[in-house]
T-cell receptor
């Protein structure tokens, strides 16, 4: 298994530009999560999906952030327009259903390091 | 008060030392507990789950105290390769997706 795959690994952009981060979860995992990590705030849950449906987006900072999961093997996190304070590492993670062995164990992708100038 | 709080660290210990980390959680409905390890500029990776009866994996021992709402991680005979940030993770049974991460404790093992 290739694990959770994220792209791009690094993104440098200018304030005001649109940023799209992509994630392919592990095949068979029912849950997909988007986290953001900064030195100041640690690891924060932005949004998560169960069976492609957004369940909780209360961690999304503001309307500039949006996430979609059009099918079981793909999700995007979009920031439009981007701001310098959005600079962070964005992790995607997936896990199995809570009713299956190994539930609640998160497998993370390598992350997308975003720098907004 | 944060939902999950960890010893701030950093912990700097010599090789071979025993070191312990504590983590407290505020949600009494929490049901699943984990320790993750994160190396510098890498993603968090599962180190071990934490069970009510306590569990051991080689040099690592995890304990859970539900009454006091804390979990611990003990590392014996520490190695240079143990240097990393250790994250405490708590998940409520009522909302399987809502895992909360502590801010992490940084361990540096020195020769």
């Amino acid at each position: 298994d290739a694990g959770v795959i994220q792209s791009p690994r690094h993104e440098v952009t200018e304030m005001g530009q649109e940023v799209t981060l992509r994630c392919k979860p592990i095949s068979g995992h029912d849950y997909l999560f988007w986290y953001r990590q900064t030195m100041m705030r640690g690891l924060e849950l932005l949004i998560y999906f169960n069976n492609n449906v957004p369940i909780d987006d209360s961690g999304m900072p503001e309307d500039r952030f949006s996430a979609k999961m059009p099918n079981a093997s793909f999700s995007t996190l979009k920031i439009q327009p981007s701001e310098p304070r959005d600079s962070a590492v964005y992790f995607c993670a997936s896990s199995l259903s809570r009713y299956r062995s190994g539930a609640n164990v998160l497998t993370f992708g390598a992350g997308s390091r975003l720098t907004v100038l | 008060r944060k939902e999950v709080e960890q010893d701030p660290g950093p912990f700097n210990v010599p090789e071979g030392a025993t070191v312990a980390f504590n983590c407290t959680y505020s949600n009494s409905a929490s049901q699943s507990f984990f320790w993750y390890r994160q190396d510098c500029r890498k993603e968090p990776k599962l180190l071990m789950s934490v069970y009510s009866s306590g569990n051991e994996d080689g040099r690592f021992t995890a304990q859970l105290n539900r009454a006091s709402q804390y979990i611990s991680l003990l590392i014996r005979d520490s190695k240079l390769s143990d240097s990393a940030t250790y994250l405490c993770v708590v998940t409520p049974n009522t909302n399987a997706g809502k895992s909360t991460f502590g801010d992490g404790t940084t361990l540096t093992v020195k020769p």
